[in-house]
């Protein structure tokens, strides 16, 4: 009699071999998450996707289950990555409509602001000491996390640390640019917005947008269009720099 | 019922959540698709877009992600017709309001890094402050100078 298991642990095993479980913890992760995020009255420092992942780190911890067993259940989530890059076509292209003949003063700034962000991260890093396995994540941080992820494919970085140094990154934009701003007397929209954009890609947009739509929609198109040159080249500065 | 001029994903977020209903009430005209069968037909243009740019990326162009292709191509695409198609404008929205979700797996694996990052912990974040700072002023500051050169106030 008593060699059979618990019914509760039948269920808890079942439970943990399927997809369902990985995928309940990540999508309320989320949803408490976007809550805290609103309550905060969308405070950078209260990020959805941070808070998301403490409490599935935790989670996953508490009950004891492998990375590997629960990016199992997770891949559905994550497949929809490259479904969401393509669709940031959509927003570029309506950003385009208000670029007014403005187009290659911000691809210029785009470019000085893309290799100051790949150069002093991994020159700072280096600097510092930081491990080696940690310099090349650092590498496509300030480019939108889905294609930074796919950037960090091609050179043999980690993508979860571009990840969570995209997200880092984007949170830091958020909080710090505008000091940055107003301490250069950068005061047109558009110039802001365009430069959080480039710097802290969607974190730093929703933070654009909070402040002004002209400054949110600039913010967007920096973010994408640092997005598709980050993609293109940055694999090329990789090979010849590492 | 249109679209506001400049929708994108975070205005959407910002509570900006009337525009789905809006496409909504666009997708009723006659003989037009039901909101779930314009769902579908969204879904199916960009993951087409997508296997075009992961085919691409396979057989020609190895070091660029094929997701990036497929968003290169899905903007030619765009700037060819002159509009965004409305049942794709529907799918894309609602998957880029809700892009965090979408990396929260990939971020999870930090789990396998604590140690490395917890022992450069210190470096890692002032690399970070610095290098988002720099990159918000350089952007800033060339962008201010370069538009100054081209209208003088």
């Known amino acids: ?242 | 019922m249109r679209m506001p001029k400049m929708p994108s994903l975070l205005a959407v977020l910002q509570g900006a959540n009337c525009s789905l209903r809006s496409q909504l009430l666009t997708l009723r005209k006659p003989n037009s698709l039901s909101y779930t069968e314009a769902m579908i037909q969204g879904l199916v243009q960009l993951f087409l877009f997508q296997a075009l740019g992961e085919l691409l990326s396979k057989f020609a162009l190895p070091f660029i992600p094929g997701p990036v292709l497929g968003l290169v191509l899905l903007l030619a695409f765009l700037a060819l017709r002159g509009h965004v198609p409305a049942s794709m404008d529907l799918v894309g929205s609602s998957i880029l309001q809700h892009l965090g979700l979408l990396f929260i797996p990939a971020s999870v694996g930090v789990v396998l890094y604590l140690p490395v990052l917890q022992a450069n912990a210190w470096a890692i974040t002032a690399t970070l402050v610095l290098s988002v700072v720099a990159t918000v002023a350089v952007t800033a500051l060339v962008l201010k100078l370069l538009a100054q050169k081209d209208s003088p106030p």
Not at chain 1, 125 to 146: F, I, N, Q
């Open chain 1, 1 to 242: 009699m008593n060699n059979t298991l618990p019914p509760i642990s039948d269920i808890w095993v079942y439970l943990s071999g399927s997809p369902l479980l990985a995928l309940v913890l990540t999508l309320s992760a989320y949803l408490l998450g976007l809550t805290l995020y609103e309550r905060s009255q969308r405070n950078p420092l209260a990020n959805p996707v941070l808070i998301a992942v403490v409490v599935v780190c935790m989670g996953i911890s508490v009950i004891d289950m492998p990375y590997a067993q629960y990016f199992e259940g997770a891949q559905f989530v994550h497949f929809l990555l490259g479904t969401a890059t393509v669709s940031l076509a959509i927003p570029i292209y309506k950003g385009f409509a208000s670029l007014k003949g403005r187009m290659g003063v911000l691809l210029l700034s785009l470019m000085a602001g893309g290799i100051t962000s790949v150069l002093t991260a991994v020159g700072m890093a280096r600097w510092l000491g930081v491990d080696e396995a940690l310099v090349r994540g650092l590498v496509a941080k300030s480019v939108t996390a889905p294609i930074a992820m796919g950037i960090a494919e091609r050179v043999q970085a980690s993508p979860t640390l571009t990840a969570i140094f995209a997200v880092s990154t984007g949170i830091l934009g958020a909080v710090l640019g505008r000091y940055v701003l107003d301490a250069l007397r950068v005061t047109a929209w558009w110039q802001r917005g365009f430069a959080l954009g480039v710097a802290a890609h969607g974190i730093g947009t929703s933070r654009a947008f909070s402040v002004n739509a002209e400054a949110g929609a600039y913010a967007s198109l920096g973010m994408g269009l640092h997005g598709i040159a980050g993609a293109m080249l940055i694999p090329y500065a990789v090979a010849w720099w590492f």
